[in-house]
């Protein structure tokens, strides 16, 4: 197992990748003569497709041995519209060879090299077509570390230098430690320093000459990472296919144990006979009667599995980071009923995952999702290949998703006659890219871990649908923060009615995002046409940085929506007269530029959707009744108001936020058993808050669901759509401070407060007026007076800021909460607080949080700028 290595070739198109996996098969002596791409006899490029077009369309496999070592290496494709299949290769990858082109801009280079880190994969690079004129070794090393990494290093040979061993001992402490003590820098050492990322080692070379491919694979193999296997069976699916006489393949590494012929494997469909264990090399295979742990091989006998399923005891899933971005409707062949066509089309998705197909159950419409033209191109040729049939295609249209922009606390409950459940979630939004994460925030005491368990397992068993266009969600972290099961009744789907319908809950309440697919471009047209160039980024809504020139042509690079630049290629290439190029590759989702245009021709009507139902189902009287959205938390049976503080204050910690002690949630919750309040001063605040001018624009533009609610729809003229989603848009900005809460949470102010609360208010008021006059917002800071007998309560205007003392029972989260709710629609309102509860209250009602120690850094970041730009504060 130890000399066993499983090495994928990965590289952008066109930058020799296939000629290099030839090279090295010739070198190893499995050739006896070097295929060539353009002379469409390469051994791996065997389908008939690969040939006619010249580049790589299906991973293949080739076995090799050098050095004592079995190397299987993966020819992966290298056009981006099929970057999902070589995703798929990369979770049973040892090492990656990265092949780049001396010439290559590494736009999708980029993307691959990111992509290669983030699986963990040690990555050597092997840098093409040296032979040709003009190449410059230590132009391209300097560009290689500029835009990769700063691990790249030239390893031409083993004979390395001190300045060599001196880098090495930057970029790595074992290392170091060797340097520092006049040792040799030992093989074992730069092996180990290479498995983790830290040294990525670099080869020149010409795969058509095969020159410094021997020098390649001796780097390989020499500086491999070592696995360490369990003895317990498993394996890991990274593809399916098949073999053209009707077997199905399932492709695997082998990841623990042995797999022998007739064994039962355990998948996560039921128990499957394996009936052969096919090795490939090229078209051909061998039959195994047994594979090792790090074995590449195909099974048959084993069906339903999908490429990152897992067999015996490996686990984790596979979230794949390369997804389509455009669907296409399906045109079936003429004659063909639609179900004898989407079932040809679920077979072929078998085999290429990433198709995802759809179909409308009202109108029988099949859809499929694509990378782009040359995979849907591929796709119709599959079809006619396989089923000896052809397909059409509708035109292609934007794959969006949705999100939210703020915390929202969910509520699904279950309950017809003899069910019961009921969920309670926190959702936040995620990072960018970070899909959908789940956790649990509660204690077995309270709802047992069978039942935890399958809340999850709910949550990311499917794709919810957002509220804005029925679009996938993603970007989002859902925490589990409550629930409850009945001993008798409870059974395991009434959980997953329960969560559904507590996503959907948490929607209908929650600022939704919609997002669109955003590509990174690199533009080449003749220096002439800069000025008509930047002119189209522009009004495509693009946004570019500073043109490179080179020669008598201008480079530009820059990011823009997929919808508006997906077809300027064409364009480029008629006003430049065939000299232009443009590329692009996908690059992520960011907020829509059109959203209000886009959910307006959606018409998605999310009450309509009866699949996915916001309301819940409560018992009353012995039957079921459906109650909507906005009355299930009233009626919600557990209370979760503490483990909302408990989730956010942890979340707080990690954020580094350190608990003062002063419990501003207790205090609220004591005045809210308060009785006799009355509100103080909320004309005269309404006044400052109307007759301040301050503007603020969103870089988001979150959209509120503002349909029926809880009042009886308007008939006749007065009548209008239920379900309508409108921008938020740009407001007067206005910031409330909660003021003790903020002096328990700053070190300096919590420190004077040990020995003079009062001196430590009137700095929080100083250095409050400070800010204020450098940002120029309304600025409210608040705080707690409701411990004094009699108190009325007070509004002072405290040179530019307004300080507000609350009545007697009446906290300052208190008093935030009823501003918030009353002036949260008209204006833009962020609320500075630690407080965890308090920071789903005023997102419910529409306000942002700023957490106590982001306003520390934000004024003190404000208090550098005017020292630097000579104002004294």
Known sequence: MDNDLVVGIVAHVDSGKTTLAEAMLYTCGVLRKQGRVDHGDSMLDDHAIERERGITVFAKQAVVRYNEVNITLLDTPGHVDFSAETERTFQVMDLAILVISRNDRLTHTRTLFK??????????????KMDLEGADKDALIAMLTSKLSEGIMDFHDDAFDEEDMEYMAYLDDEIMDEFISG??????????AVAVGKIIPLVFGSALKNEGVDRLLEVCTKYRPKRNYSKEFGARVYKIGNDGKGNRLTHVKITGGELKVRDTVQTAYGEYKVNEIRRYNGHEYENLQAADAGTICALTGIDKIGAGDTLGAENGEYAPIMLPVMRYAIIPPQGTDNTICYRNMLTLASEIPELNIEKDEESGEISVQIMGDVQLEIIQRLYKDRFDAEIGCGKGRIVYKETIGAPVHATGHFEPLRHYAEVHLLMEPGEAGSGISVASFVSVDDLALNWQR???????????????????????????????AHTKHTEGGDFRQATY??????????ESIL???????????????????????SRLKGTSGTPL??????????????????EYGREVNNYTKGRGNFNYEINGYVPCHDAEEVIDERGYDPDADAENPSSSVFCSHGAGIIVPWYEVEEMAHVNVDDKLRDVLKNDSAKDGQKDSGFDPVRMAKEARTASGSRDISMEEIENIYMNTYHKSKEELTPYRYIGYGNKKPATGDKAQKPYVYKPVEAKDK?????????????????????????????????????????VGCTLILVFDAYKVKGNPGSVKHEDNIYVVYTKEAETADQYIEKTVHKLAKKHDIIVATSDGLEQVIIFGEGARRMPAMELYEEMNRERRRLNEEGFVQ
């Open 515 to 537: 997002l669109e697919p955003q590509i990174a471009f690199t533009l080449t047209v003749p220096i002439a046409e800069t000025g008509r160039a930047i002119s189209d980024i």
């Open 183 to 192: 040792e040799t820098v030992s093989d074992e050492s730069i092996r180990k």
């Open 115 to 128: 992509l290669l880190g983030r699986y963990g994969i040690p990555t050597v690079i092997f840098v093409n």
């Open 734 to 774: 206005y910031l409330l401070v909660d003021g003790y809460n903020i002096i328990f949470a700053w070190p300096h102010l919590k420190e004077i407060a040990a020995d003079n609360l009062d001196g430590a208010r009137e700095v929080l008021i100083r250095e409050c007026s400070n800010y204020q006059g450098s």
């Open 501 to 510: 319908r507590a996503i959907r809950q948490g929607l209908m309440q929650a």
């Open 454 to 484: 399958l809340i999850m397992t709910h949550i990311t068993e499917k794709v919810h649908k957002g509220v804005l266009t029925g679009s996938a969600l993603t970007d989002m972290k859902i925490t589990v923060i409550g629930g409850r």
């Open 549 to 566: 020139t080179e020669g008598d042509l201008c480079t530009i690079s820059g990011v823009a929506p997929l919808k508006t630049m997906r």
